[in-house]
């Protein structure tokens, strides 16, 4: 005899799946900016031939849930949109249930159409308008009996007519209770600089007027009405603390330092302080707020560096030995990437068994730089500490002040980079700077803006920074720099340069392989003359125009790559949802050669029919008319490398 079934709670028959946007099965959320909506899709449907009814329910941090109904789009895929606002963690899902009244209604609008008898069907029909009016507040149920009254009376002849209303007035008044309630999933929603930003870093010490001169604070507030005009928005710091003395790298990372060397500014901490002190030489707390204030008023964000190691003088290193991983001799292991040593800095050890006392006193120094007015952290080196630690520390911060923003430089395997932006990171350092050919370039920035993990990872592409010298830039020339400037600008809405070195061209190695500047600012204070006349600052100046006038170009999601008959040449586009804005940019990748050749446009991507239109290119101010889809180019990167095209269709002849 086999033994007696087990039967729980029966089971919703409605079938919820495939939901969408997700991010691992709900595990992390997927990322906006305010303003933005999110378009929820989902697969909705049941057995038999009964009709299902869905809604997506979406409430923002301290709301409350709103429902919006889903509506069917085809073969049981249903969508539904809601617009976030609120800085924080939103959460959404999807209920869905058989719909009694909806079911019936099919049916018998059926047999009303073949001229069946439906006098039972009505009867039926009254009784479920009668249990929901009765389960109703008094005026919503006043209101559907009105409605209903050709139903409740058994009208066949008049009840087609308001077959409709009838069913819009039920449609709140269903019986839920046995559907199905797809698992919650969340929207990290972040404020727009998250999204669109433009960087510019700098060494505070090499902001000096005077060449050799240790910079100030005050000497950067000088630059900001400069880099304001040029169309930056975020300046970036390398670390501002004191630096160590005990085993300090000298000039191009000699291991001995010289008499007025001053040292890697990542080497942090000393008899001055650690990490929320300031280098006695760049200026004291109240200059540094006063930087952050002048910033403000010039329409820039101050980014600091936010750099968990210390030098060997810094105060944790006394105060707090067990933070730090000891040798069987004794002594405190300093950095290595072997073969290379780091003798100036001790990694921290987060295994350490004082846990709790780490994690709190790292959230501490972003704490104090939040309470001095920083909203943006450029974190270095994320990927060699735990995951769980960034877990904690972004959501720890972000619950307090969820405007803060957080760029992880990862320059890492994939998956570490993208784990690392699930968790939580605003933005992401990449591998733009060593996809220099056409189709390195569009496979990657497929990847990017049209797979899942643009729901989650915002690329902020960078052509160089103070580790990261490329061949193509060592070798490339000026208008290696100049095209490189046009594909950051333009390929990504966040983007960031090494500012002095890129402007003036920096190209040097330390040694043929290296990607490390010779003389690298790293290790010494340089001079930088900015008015030199071969400067690229008036092409960043007029990217950053472009980006700040287009909406098409402050969005990563409507990047369109067309295709190329030439060698080098890349064409991409990029519009705006309504299609009211469009740049479409054509860019010579070999920076010694004059390469031609014709695109080919996908006019519908581009809004554009078949016939003449105009482009115009925003870099030279030329004009041109193009002929349907097919239009030759030709670029020397001798003069400009680039076109960035808006486009205007010609107006019909009279």
């Given at each position: 005899?086999?033994?007696?079934?087990?039967?729980?709670?029966?089971?919703?028959?409605?079938?919820?799946?495939?939901?969408?946007?997700?991010?691992?099965?709900?595990?992390?959320?997927?990322?906006?900016?305010?303003?933005?909506?999110?378009?929820?899709?989902?697969?909705?449907?049941?057995?038999?031939?009964?009709?299902?009814?869905?809604?997506?329910?979406?409430?923002?941090?301290?709301?409350?849930?709103?429902?919006?109904?889903?509506?069917?789009?085809?073969?049981?895929?249903?969508?539904?949109?809601?617009?976030?606002?609120?800085?924080?963690?939103?959460?959404?899902?999807?209920?869905?249930?058989?719909?009694?009244?909806?079911?019936?209604?099919?049916?018998?609008?059926?047999?009303?159409?073949?001229?069946?008898?439906?006098?039972?069907?009505?009867?039926?029909?009254?009784?479920?308008?009668?249990?929901?009016?009765?389960?109703?507040?008094?005026?919503?149920?006043?209101?559907?009996?009105?409605?209903?009254?050709?139903?409740?009376?058994?009208?066949?002849?008049?009840?087609?007519?308001?077959?409709?209303?009838?069913?819009?007035?039920?449609?709140?008044?269903?019986?839920?209770?046995?559907?199905?309630?797809?698992?919650?999933?969340?929207?990290?929603?972040?404020?727009?600089?998250?999204?669109?930003?433009?960087?510019?870093?700098?060494?505070?010490?090499?902001?000096?007027r005077t060449p050799g001169a240790h910079?100030?604070?005050?000497?950067?507030?000088?630059?900001?009405?400069?880099?304001?005009?040029?169309?930056?928005?975020?300046?970036?710091?390398?670390?501002?603390?004191?630096?160590?003395?005990?085993?300090?790298?000298?000039?191009?990372?000699?291991?001995?330092?010289?008499?007025?060397?001053?040292?890697?500014?990542?080497?942090?901490?000393?008899?001055?302080?650690?990490?929320?002190?300031?280098?006695?030489?760049?200026?004291?707390?109240?200059?540094?707020?006063?930087?952050?204030?002048?910033?403000?008023?010039?329409?820039?964000?101050?980014?600091?560096?936010?750099?968990?190691?210390?030098?060997?003088?810094?105060?944790?290193?006394?105060?707090?030995?067990?933070?730090?991983?000891?040798?069987?001799?004794?002594?405190?292991?300093?950095?290595?990437?072997?073969?290379?040593?780091?003798?100036?800095?001790?990694?921290?050890?987060?295994?350490?068994?004082?846990?709790?006392?780490?994690?709190?006193?790292?959230?501490?120094?972003?704490?104090?730089?939040?309470?001095?007015?920083?909203?943006?952290?450029?974190?270095?080196?994320?990927?060699?500490?735990?995951?769980?630690?960034?877990?904690?520390?972004?959501?720890?911060?972000?619950?307090?002040?969820?405007?803060?923003?957080?760029?992880?430089?990862?320059?890492?395997?994939?998956?570490?980079?993208?784990?690392?932006?699930?968790?939580?990171?605003?933005?992401s350092y990449n591998y733009f700077a060593?996809?220099?050919?056409?189709?390195?370039?569009?496979?990657?920035?497929?990847?990017?803006?049209?797979?899942?993990?643009?729901?989650?990872?915002?690329?902020?592409?960078?052509?160089?920074?103070?580790?990261?010298?490329?061949?193509?830039?060592?070798?490339?020339?000026?208008?290696?720099?100049?095209?490189?400037?046009?594909?950051?600008?333009?390929?990504?809405?966040?983007?960031?340069?090494?500012?002095?070195?890129?402007?003036?061209?920096?190209?040097?190695?330390?040694?043929?392989?290296?990607?490390?500047?010779?003389?690298?600012?790293?290790?010494?204070?340089?001079?930088?003359?900015?008015?030199?006349?071969?400067?690229?600052?008036?092409?960043?100046?007029?990217?950053?125009?472009?980006?700040?006038?287009?909406?098409?170009?402050?969005?990563?999601?409507?990047?369109?790559f067309h295709d190329v008959d030439g060698?080098?040449?890349?064409?991409?586009?990029?519009?705006?949802?309504?299609?009211?804005?469009?740049?479409?940019?054509?860019?010579?990748?070999?920076?010694?050669?004059?390469?031609?050749?014709?695109?080919?446009?996908?006019?519908?991507?581009?809004?554009?029919?078949?016939?003449?239109?105009?482009?115009?290119?925003?870099?030279?101010?030329?004009?041109?008319?193009?002929?349907?889809?097919?239009?030759?180019?030709?670029?020397?990167?001798?003069?400009?490398?680039?076109?960035?095209?808006?486009?205007?269709?010609?107006?019909?002849?009279?």
């Amino acid at each position: 005899m086999s033994p007696a079934r087990r039967r729980g709670p029966a089971p919703g028959r409605v079938v919820v799946e495939h939901l969408a946007p997700v991010v691992d099965a709900g595990r992390f959320p997927v990322k906006r900016v305010s303003g933005e909506d999110v378009v929820v899709t989902a697969d909705v449907f049941t057995d038999g031939k009964d009709t299902v009814a869905a809604r997506l329910l979406h409430r923002p941090p301290g709301g409350r849930w709103s429902a919006v109904a889903l509506e069917p789009v085809g073969n049981d895929h249903w969508t539904a949109r809601f617009t976030v606002e609120r800085l924080g963690l939103h959460r959404f899902t999807v209920e869905a249930w058989v719909d009694p009244f909806r079911s019936w209604l099919v049916g018998v609008v059926a047999k009303i159409q073949a001229g069946q008898d439906v006098t039972v069907d009505l009867r039926i029909g009254a009784a479920l308008v009668e249990e929901a009016a009765a389960g109703a507040s008094s005026r919503a149920g006043e209101r559907l009996r009105a409605a209903a009254a050709p139903l409740l009376a058994g009208d066949a002849a008049t009840f087609a007519g308001a077959a409709d209303t009838i069913a819009r007035l039920m449609d709140p008044l269903a019986d839920r209770s046995a559907g199905t309630v797809h698992p919650e999933c969340t929207v990290l929603v972040e404020r727009e600089r998250a999204r669109f930003s433009t960087w510019y870093e700098l060494f505070p010490r090499s902001a000096g007027r005077t060449p050799g001169a240790h910079g100030t604070f005050a000497d950067v507030a000088a630059r900001l009405p400069d880099l304001a005009a040029l169309g930056f928005d975020v300046l970036y710091l390398p670390p501002v603390h004191p630096i160590g003395v005990t085993g300090r790298k000298g000039r191009d990372n000699a291991l001995t330092a010289r008499t007025g060397d001053p040292g890697s500014p990542w080497a942090i901490g000393s008899s001055d302080g650690g990490h929320t002190a300031i280098h006695p030489e760049l200026g004291t707390p109240e200059d540094f707020r006063a930087l952050v204030s002048d910033a403000h008023a010039h329409g820039l964000e101050i980014a600091l560096d936010l750099a968990f190691q210390c030098s060997p003088d810094h105060p944790w290193v006394s105060e707090h030995a067990e933070w730090f991983r000891h040798r069987p001799d004794g002594t405190i292991q300093f950095a290595e990437n072997p073969p290379k040593r780091y003798e100036d800095i001790y990694p921290i050890d987060f295994d350490t068994v004082d846990r709790d006392g780490l994690w709190d006193a790292l959230k501490g120094v972003v704490d104090h730089w939040v309470g001095e007015g920083v909203r943006i952290f450029r974190v270095d080196n994320p990927h060699t500490k735990p995951f769980a630690f960034w877990e904690w520390l972004l959501a720890e911060v972000r619950a307090e002040h969820p405007d803060v923003l957080f760029l992880a430089e990862a320059f890492t395997r994939p998956r570490v980079l993208e784990r690392l932006a699930k968790l939580g990171f605003s933005q992401s350092y990449n591998y733009f700077a060593w996809r220099n050919a056409p189709w390195e370039l569009r496979e990657y920035f497929t990847e990017l803006t049209q797979g899942e993990v643009r729901e989650y990872l915002r690329p902020n592409v960078w052509p160089n920074t103070p580790d990261i010298l490329t061949e193509y830039l060592q070798t490339g020339g000026r208008g290696a720099f100049a095209a490189r400037a046009v594909l950051a600008a333009t390929l990504a809405a966040s983007y960031g340069v090494y500012g002095p070195a890129f402007e003036l061209g920096e190209h040097e190695p330390r040694h043929t392989g290296s990607e490390e500047y010779l003389h690298s600012e790293k290790y010494e204070i340089r001079h930088w003359d900015l008015d030199r006349p071969d400067s690229l600052a008036p092409l960043l100046g007029r990217l950053n125009g472009l980006r700040r006038a287009h909406p098409a170009l402050q969005t990563n999601r409507t990047l369109r790559f067309h295709d190329v008959d030439g060698d080098d040449l890349l064409c991409f586009s990029k519009r705006t949802d309504d299609g009211a804005d469009v740049v479409l940019v054509v860019v010579n990748t070999d920076p010694h050669h004059r390469r031609a050749g014709v695109v080919h446009l996908d006019l519908a991507e581009l809004g554009l029919e078949s016939g003449s239109f105009e482009v115009h290119d925003r870099l030279s101010d030329a004009r041109y008319t193009w002929h349907g889809a097919d239009n030759y180019v030709e670029l020397d990167p001798a003069v400009l490398p680039a076109h960035v095209f808006t486009l205007h269709p010609e107006p019909p002849l009279a």
